[in-house]
């Protein structure tokens, strides 16, 4: 098999973590030789932002209020990521990012520096009813203020949207539009044969 670079791309609640899980367990025992590198920005954002510090304060109070962190934040985290891991040789996954059309491009200069040839962004498409009910589920402390829930999935539109359209409308990347609103185990069936692994 060869080595895989998938972004998955959805809204809160919409299974990234759980599929990306998945596609984790899966590759590691069809190539238990090629290392697994996965990068959840919101992972590392909930860790810094315990940290002290002006920056870090800033960062906090944004996700606080549901908000979306600035583009540089996320970019100096993956990047310096990028930089500390990658030796080549592993497959790459990234779940949730970019959140930006913007972010999208400076992740695309990433790429051929790595020389990591035709990612493929994987969309879970989820209606916003769905993912409202699958985020107030999952039970996180951050899921459950409406007003919160209701500015993220209001991100998603404004921001993460425009990232989808420039991934479509882009031949360097393999797109592939999932129905989320499945089962995990036939969402995980489609995004194997879209992978074709």
């Known amino acids: 098999m060869e080595l895989q670079t998938v972004i998955f791309i959805g809204r809160s609640g919409a299974g990234k973590g759980m599929q990306s899980g998945m596609l984790q367990d899966y590759l590691r025992e069809k190539t238990p ?19 002290s510090g002006y920056a870090w304060g800033r960062a906090r109070k944004i996700l606080e209020e549901g908000g979306r962190p600035p583009d540089f934040l ?41 020389n990591l040839k ?20 999952r039970g996180r402390a951050d899921d459950l203020l409406p007003e919160v829930v209701a500015k993220r999935l209001a991100f998603f539109n404004a921001d993460v949207v425009p990232a989808l359209d420039y991934y479509r409308e882009n031949q ?4 592939l539009e999932i129905n989320g609103e499945q089962t995990p185990e036939e969402v995980f069936n489609d995004i194997k044969k879209g992978l074709g692994i």
């Open 74 to 114: 996320a970019v100096w985290i993956w990047a310096g990521v990028f930089i500390e891991k990658i030796k080549g040789g592993e497959h790459l996954i990234f779940d949730g990012m970019p959140r930006s059309a913007t972010e999208a491009k400076i992740l695309d200069t990433a790429f051929p520096f790595y």
């Open 118 to 137: 035709l990612p493929t962004v994987v969309f879970l498409n989820v209606s916003e009813h769905w993912a409202e009910e699958h985020l107030r589920m």
């Open 172 to 175: 360097s990347h393999r797109f």
């Open 33 to 51: 030789e090629s290392p697994i590198l996965y990068i959840e920005t919101g992972t590392y954002f909930r860790k810094l932002i315990k940290e």
